[in-house]
Structures are given as structure tokens and as C-alpha cells.
């Protein structure tokens, strides 16, 4: 079982007659121009003629980039099969079956035979992510890639299910906003929370070797790159990992090839990254441009009329207003499912954005996740950001082929008071 480092949270696993790639992206930013790859990639697009399989983890552009994927040649597309887990939406399976891919579809936590000596099992975590576990030639690999497990429980389940891992990978660092600028010690507590939740996975699989990845990026725009400041780096990752936890660890560099199992030198890929990133803080933010408030008021028009075909109208209407604070604009504006957008004065706002990020929740059914992601957003004192959160996760549900009715709001009531009961 070979791995070669691709970029971020994608490498390619070479098992003999399964050459199988995870998650590939390739180039370009990601996220509404939020995110931007730490390092450059040394694979090409016609080195997938080596390949046999592509496994995409969940939808974030990541991890699923369709602009890189259209980048493959069209013949090597066809003679290369997608795995994905199964989905209400097919929205995954239907853009990589345009593409030409072969798309394979696995069944939640049931194994799938691939060859003789190469299985694997996918698991679907809240609702989007899913993680893999791979058997082959006499190891086996758990690739936990962004899941997040909210109870102590669930990654014994795991463990349980995935039995001996000689080796896991997942996430190091925070991938969102997680607070305005100058709230240093807030951001230094989410990254100190997801140290925590790397640490848990590890004593809770007790894998034989360790890879920390999926944190390859950086905060690439004006309005977003203060995130940076308190990031885990791979270097304090790595001794943290080596030295306190005593694990085993590896840490791999776009290009670097390695055989689980054996023991791997790290340093020059921690000093290569650590090169990467600095580099990533001269460098020149990106900037968007101003989208006037009429474009705002008509892209909205259109997303309430697609929302109120799809929903029940008086559950929309039901919606609590948000008021944001534009600053591109240098005005405050009301949105909501009952009147769309229309300027005010004098409330107490719950968010401040930009225009080209406003009109990218409008245009897109990710667009309020994406926000939250990437970060280009403020949380002004005394307001209430989810209500803006909730007016945008409607057209989200509807793309995973959900309805805003009744019997989904109370759905939704009862996940909510399952997931405190096991919090």
C-alpha cells in the first residue's frame, strides 16, 4: 500500500490493481475566493491515465472541483469510476456522470469489494461528509478527512467497525470563521478545539501511524486574511503529536510517494510548508468587486420565487428578518423571504459582508455555508448572525432534495434535541 501526496487532503492510494486518488483539487481558489492552496500541486491532469478510481469525501470544492475535474482529458474521464456515498440529491453522481466518469454509489457503512484484496467501507457524518476505510494488502487505512463526531461514542463505533488501522489521516486545523478581527483568543480557541477533536479520533482509533492533513490552505482574501493569524501549523502539529501524544506521525509534501508502514522523515516537508506559508502572508490579498444594490434586489427576487415553489410560503414568510450591515455599499439592508431586500435604518445588525459575498448566498444553494466557511463575514456586537444563517440554509436543504414543511421543521426540532441530549 503506497501513497503519493497530492495537494491539501488528496493523495493517491496504490494497492496493486486499484489506483485510487482522494479528493482532488488541484488549482485555483476555493470557496467564493476565501481559500486559496498553501503549496502547488506536481501532479497533472494526464497523470489520472494511471489511475482506476476517484473518491470524493463531500461536495466542498476542496475536495469536489468540478474546474479541475473538466481539466482531465475527456478520454482519461472515461475510463475512470467515481466512488461516492449515496445521496437523495445525486448532485454529485450526476455532474461526474456528465463528466464521462463511471460513478459507483456506497451504501452507508456497508463494505464494497473492489478487487480480491481491496475493500472499502463509507460512512455519511452530518449529513454532507463521509469518511472511508480502506483494506488492502494486509493494512488498513481510515481517512476521516473534515468529519466532526460530536459524542465519544461515535468514534468508538468507528473504531469498532474499522477495526485494526495502521493508518489514519484527518484535519489539523480550523477551516472557518471563527471570529471577527482582533478576537486573537477566540481564534486561538478554535484552534486549540480542533487540536482537541484531532486528539480524541487518535486516542479513540489508536492508529499505528498518523497523517495531519486537510489544512493545506490559506485565507486568500482582504476580507478573511486576519484567519490566519492563529492556524495550526503543520511544524507545532507535528512535535505536538510526536512529542506529547507519542504517535507515530507522518507529514508528506505535494509530490512526496510512501509505503504505510515504513517509518518517513518529515522535516523537509514541515520546512517546505512552513516556506509555503509565509509566502502565503506577503503575498497580495485578493479583492472583489462591487455589486450594485438593484443586481442584490433582483438575484434576490429570483431566489423567492424558486424558494416559494419548492416550500411551504407561509413557513418562509414565518422567517425572522435579518438586517446587514454591506460595507462595500455603506448601508444597512433588511433580507428576508417576505418583503427580499430593501434598505433600513436604525436596527441592530446581525451580520456585516460584502455585496459580491451577499450576492453569492443569493446565486448559490452553498452560498450561506460557503460564507461560514470562508469567512468573509463580520458578527457586529449584540446582533444574531444565524438569523442570517437560516434564511440561506432553506435554498441549501432544497438542493439535498429537502422541503421547508412541517413535517421537516419538526424533523429538524428533533435532531436538534437528540444532538443536545448526546452533547
Not at 468514534?155 to 467497525?161: C, E, K, V
Amino acid at each position: 500500500m503506497r501513497i503519493t501526496w497530492v495537494n491539501h487532503a488528496s493523495f493517491v492510494l496504490d494497492a496493486g490493481a486499484v489506483r485510487l486518488i482522494c479528493d482532488p483539487w488541484f488549482e485555483g481558489r476555493s470557496f467564493n475566493n476565501g481559500w486559496s492552496l498553501l503549496s502547488p500541486t506536481k501532479m497533472t491532469y494526464e497523470d489520472f491515465a494511471g489511475l482506476t478510481h476517484i473518491w470524493f469525501s463531500h461536495e466542498h470544492p476542496d475536495h469536489f472541483s468540478p474546474p479541475n475535474l473538466k481539466k482531465i482529458p475527456e478520454q482519461i474521464r472515461r475510463k475512470l469510476t467515481v466512488l461516492f456515498h449515496e445521496t437523495r440529491d445525486k448532485r454529485v453522481v450526476n455532474v461526474c456522470k456528465s463528466l464521462g466518469f463511471a460513478v459507483q454509489e456506497l451504501p452507508d457503512c456497508k463494505p464494497f469489494t473492489m478487487s480480491p484484496d481491496f475493500t472499502v467501507t463509507c460512512g455519511i457524518n452530518e449529513m454532507i461528509d463521509s469518511w472511508i476505510s480502506i483494506s488492502a494488502r494486509g493494512k488498513t487505512l481510515l481517512n476521516l478527512n473534515d468529519c466532526i463526531f460530536a459524542a465519544p461514542q461515535e468514534l468508538a463505533d468507528l473504531h469498532r467497525m474499522s477495526g485494526k488501522v495502521d493508518l489514519l489521516l484527518s484535519q489539523f486545523s480550523y477551516a472557518n470563521w471563527v471570529g471577527n478581527p482582533g478576537d486573537v483568543e477566540t481564534h486561538r480557541s478554535h484552534a486549540a478545539r480542533k487540536r482537541a477533536a484531532m486528539t480524541a479520533q487518535i486516542k479513540a482509533i489508536q492508529p499505528k501511524q498518523f497523517i495531519p492533513f486537510a489544512s493545506y490552505v490559506s485565507f486568500c482574501h482582504r476580507e478573511n486574511f486576519y484567519l490566519n493569524d492563529s492556524v495550526n501549523r503543520i511544524g507545532d502539529i507535528y512535535n505536538y503529536l510526536t512529542n506529547d501524544l507519542k504517535q507515530e506521525t507522518i507529514v508528506l509534501y505535494p509530490g512526496d510517494s510512501w509505503e504505510v508502514g515504513s517509518p518517513q522523515l518529515s522535516d523537509d516537508a514541515i520546512r517546505n510548508y512552513e516556506t509555503d506559508f509565509q509566502n502565503a502572508l506577503k503575498a497580495d490579498p485578493f479583492t472583489s468587486p462591487q455589486v450594485a444594490l438593484v443586481d442584490l434586489q433582483r438575484a434576490m427576487a429570483e431566489l423567492l420565487i424558486k424558494c416559494r415553489a419548492k416550500n411551504n410560503p407561509l413557513l418562509l414568510k414565518a422567517l425572522p428578518p435579518s438586517c446587514v450591515r454591506v460595507w462595500d455599499l455603506g448601508l444597512d439592508i433588511e433580507v428576508s423571504f417576505r418583503n427580499g431586500i430593501r434598505p433600513v435604518s436604525g436596527k441592530t445588525r446581525d451580520l456585516a459582508l460584502s455585496s459580491d459575498s451577499l450576492l453569492y448566498c443569493i446565486k448559490t444553494d452553498w452560498g450561506g455555508e460557503t460564507l461560514k466557511i470562508n469567512g468573509r463575514f463580520e458578527a457586529p456586537a449584540g446582533g444574531n448572525s444565524e438569523r442570517f444563517f437560516r434564511l440561506f440554509r432553506v435554498p441549501q436543504y432544497n438542493g439535498y432534495g429537502s422541503r421547508l414543511d412541517l413535517r421537516f421543521a419538526a424533523g429538524k426540532v428533533i435532531e436538534s434535541l437528540r444532538r443536545e441530549a448526546r452533547n
